[in-house]
C-alpha cells in the first residue's frame, strides 16, 4: 500500500505542475490544499535563471508568476536554481496547505578555468520558438533561448564538439551535435513540437539518458560563414 501511495503522489505533483504550466492555472485543482510558491532576485543574473523543483525544470525565474506561477502538493520540495558561470543555489522548503511561500534567490560567481581569446571563441546564435525554452550546452544549463537570439546576443563557447539541448515542459526536446572550427559562427534553428506527454520527458531534468529526440523539417544546426 505505501508503494502504491508513492506512486499515486508522483502522478499528482506531474498533473499539478501541467495544469499549472499548460493551462494558465490549476482551476480544477482545490486550491485550498495546492500551496504557491513564488521567486524573487534582485539583478538580471537571478532573474534569468533557471528554475528546477524536484530536480524537474519549470522555467526560468523572472516568468513564474501569474498563469505560469508553480503550483504544488503540501510537502517538501527541492529547489534549484542554476546559471552559467555561477554556482547552483539549493534550497529545501516545506509547504503548508494553501501556503504561498517567497523563495529570495541570491547567486554567486563560480570559479571557472581558463577561456580562450575572445577571437578564438564560437559564436553560437540560437533561433528558437518558444523562446523562453532553456538552453542546455553540454548538459550543462546555460540559459533560455531569448538570451541568446537578436542583435547583440549570442552564446560563445570553445571551438570543438559541443551537443546542444533545447528543453521547455509541454514540448518535445529538440537535441543537435556541433563541431565548429575557431572563429566561426553558428545557428541553431527550430520550432518546438508540443508533446504529449510534457512533465514526464526525463530530458527536462538536465540528464542525458539516451531518450530518442523529436526534431521536424524546420529543424537546423548549421554554421554560417
Known sequence: MKRLQGKLYVARFVLLVSVSFLSGGASAQNNDVLGTMQFEGKTDVEKTSGVWVDEQYVGYLKELNGSKKVLLLPGEHTISVRQNGYQDWTQKVILQPGQTQVIHVAMNK?????????????????????ARAAVFLDDRFVGHVGEFEGPGRALQVTPGAHRIRIALPGYATFETDINPLPKQKVEVKTELVKSANPVAEPLLRGQTNGTPTTSNANDQARPKH
Open 110 to 130: 563560480a570559479a571557472t578555468g581558463p577561456m580562450p581569446p575572445d577571437d578564438e571563441l564560437v559564436t553560437i546564435k540560437v533561433i528558437v520558438n518558444p
